[in-house]
């Protein structure tokens, strides 16, 4: 039984796996209304309600998995990269509860969560397969053929595709977080009205952020009785360009790697228009649930499995580090 935490970002989550892989809970509580109103999330204030929530969310994820904290035999937690001060967070905590009662403790590369969260119960993918991650802070394409790790063969050279659409939001006047507001008014508009730019740095990799300088830019032109009259043409030219850079580099990367099997994940992963591009590539796809996509501890849990823990009390020293690990 492994208790895995996860407070890189916004959200303090707790969550009970078991090492074959089944989700016992999953526990998320989510900061976004708090942050909203900044339009953007606050680091300082992640990290104070991570401190106030973590106890309250680790008991809950260990209640809902029916486990007593003298079940679990492992301690898994978000190293990095992330938000410093709310990876401390859950670090300390997870050294903590780790080191009152002896256990072994995994630290996980955040991003290696979301790559293999598709290996999770009940229907866990294969290795080797293909993993599309898209969230509000990373973009990338990874190979897996031994869950332990993963290779990177693409990523964005600037905005994450997340960012990208909540910039757009906001420049649409839209709240925060914007991609689930885009993905609403694209449905009533018009995917071809405006040809923004499919920016292709390299093969395999992303850019997004011409595409904003793009939409800022041709909001100007209309000029803004226009604009707004447009905003659903806007939202779901916009959206279209993402989802086809998104899609293009997927397809390129399973066409060179020779890989029949796709796992998407991160944030993005919930709008309407990916999930339903992507399985036109061809090969079977995984597209979790979506409180699999998003951030959670159910994934960090899910890699600690392929990985060796560090023994009491070598992990005393461990620290979380905010860029990748
Ligand atoms: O994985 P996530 O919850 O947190 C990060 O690790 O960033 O991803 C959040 C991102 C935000 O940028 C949000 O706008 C985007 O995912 N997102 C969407 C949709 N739902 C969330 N983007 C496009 N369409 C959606 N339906
Ligand atoms: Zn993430």
Redesign the pocket.
């Known amino acids: 039984m492994i208790l895995a935490i996860e407070t890189?970002?916004d959200?303090t989550c707790a969550a009970v796996v078991t090492t074959r892989g089944d989700i016992r809970s999953n526990v998320i509580a989510s900061q976004g209304l708090l942050h909203s109103r900044y339009g953007g999330v606050v680091p300082e204030i992640a990290s104070r309600h991570h401190l106030e929530l973590i106890d309250a969310v680790t008991a809950d994820a260990l209640e809902r998995g029916g486990t007593a904290l003298d079940e679990v035999e492992t301690v898994a937690v978000t190293r990095g990269p992330g938000l410093i001060g709310a990876l401390l967070v859950g670090v300390s905590s997870a050294k903590a509860l780790a080191a009152v009662r002896r256990l072994p403790l995994v630290p996980v590369d955040h991003l290696h969560g979301h790559v293999v969260a598709s290996t999770l119960a009940p229907e866990p993918i294969e290795p080797p397969y293909l993993a599309l991650v898209a969230?509000?802070?990373?973009t990338f394409i990874a190979r897996v053929d031994d869950p332990s790790t993963y290779d990177v063969l693409g990523q964005t050279l600037d905005d994450?595709?997340?960012?990208a659409?909540?910039k757009g939001?906001r420049l649409l006047g839209l709240g925060y977080?914007?991609?689930?507001a885009?993905?609403r008014l694209a449905r009533e508009g018009d995917p071809a009205a405006f040809d923004f730019p499919r920016s292709a740095p390299g093969e395999l990799d992303f850019s997004f952020s011409g595409l904003k300088t793009a939409l800022l830019y041709t909001i100007r032109g209309l000029g803004e009785a226009e604009a707004e009259h447009r905003r659903p043409d806007l939202a779901a030219s916009y959206?279209r360009a993402i989802v086809d850079a998104l899609v293009s580099r997927t397809r390129a990367a399973l066409d060179r790697e020779g890989v029949r099997r796709l796992a998407i994940g991160?944030?993005?992963a919930?709008?309407?228009e990916?999930r339903s591009a992507i399985r036109d590539l061809g090969v079977p796809v995984w597209v979790p649930p979506l409180e699999l996509?998003?951030?959670n501890a159910a994934m960090i849990g899910g890699a600690a499995r392929f990985l060796r823990p560090l023994p009491y009390p070598k992990y005393l020293a461990l620290d979380a580090t905010a860029r990748a690990v």
Do not use: I, K, M, R
């Open positions: 890189s970002c959200d969230s509000g802070g990373h994450a595709a997340g960012e659409f909540d939001a977080p914007g991609g689930p885009v993905d959206q991160g944030g993005v919930a709008n309407s990916l996509c998003t951030d």
